[in-house]
């Protein structure tokens, strides 16, 4: 509601476990209802809105600030505060802060996103759009009841055929077409072109720059893969 903080989930249970040690502290948030022994559906019941989160994430911050933005899922990847440190961020409030910002807040979410992702060599599935090894890993066990792989395999296959927005920030060149293709042999225009272009500046031999993904093409592809851990498709 305030325009500034992102989006977020208070986790009960991981306030009280984040407390450990700190008896008195711990204490309190339990007597309050702030924090919870175990993980409890019902502890959600006043989070059914933005202005109920944020209430609850006050009282949490009354306790022990550190601890009640670690206790937290934030942002457009719903990242839980206590990676923060994992992640390179100094503290879990310094994480949260780099997303409420009016100015970049949504870079600075995806940016937190993007820094779970690689600071756990979730890359590797994301490439080889293995979505459910990637689920498994993002999101847990749960992830299957939620059908989290399903709907990655959905988004992408939508996604990948889209227009590229103006002013997204992606270089003209990348993609000449303005559009994201899958490419394979067969394939033919700007878009390979940009391939092999890329592919020579990198040192792999294909012959001409002809904007036909032949052979050659085909190979100096299975050779990048190869080199760079990638399954060779």
């Known amino acids: 509601p ?14 009280n476990k984040q407390l450990r040690g700190q008896p008195t502290k711990q204490a309190a948030a339990l007597k309050s209802g702030v924090a919870s022994q175990s993980y409890n559906k019902k502890n959600y019941a006043d989070q059914g809105s933005g ?9 949490a911050l009354r306790i022990d600030e550190e601890a009640a933005y670690s206790s937290a899922s934030w942002g457009v990847g719903q990242i839980m505060g206590f990676h923060a440190k994992a992640m390179g961020y100094p503290s879990a409030s310094a994480m ?5 910002s009016n100015a970049d807040g949504e870079r600075g979410q995806i940016e937190v996103m993007a820094r779970f992702i690689m600071a756990n060599n979730l890359v590797r599935f994301l490439r080889n759009r293995d979505w459910a090894s990637f689920a498994y890993r993002y999101n847990g066990e749960a992830y299957k009841t939620n059908r989290y792989d399903t709907k990655l395999d959905k988004a992408y296959a939508y996604w990948s055929t889209r227009q590229i927005p103006s002013g997204s920030g992606i270089p003209a060149d990348a993609e000449p077409e303005q559009t994201v293709s899958l490419l394979r042999r067969g394939s033919r225009g700007p878009n390979v072109i940009a391939l092999q272009k890329r592919l ?5 031999s294909l012959g001409a ?25």
């Not at 305030?2 to 306030?15: C, N, Y």
């Not at 202005?51 to 009282?59: K, P, W």
């Not at 949260?96 to 409420?100: A, T």
Request: proline share 3%.
């Open 51 to 59: 202005t109920g989160r944020r209430a609850l994430l006050n009282a």
């Open 200 to 204: 020579s500046e990198l040192g792999f």
């Open 2 to 15: 305030d325009g500034i903080t992102p989006r977020f989930l208070f986790e009960r249970h991981v306030f």
């Open 96 to 100: 949260v802060k780099s997303m409420s």
């Open 209 to 233: 720059v002809d904007g036909e993904y032949g052979p050659a093409t085909e190979s100096a592809v299975f050779q990048f893969q190869s080199q760079n851990g990638l399954r060779a498709d």
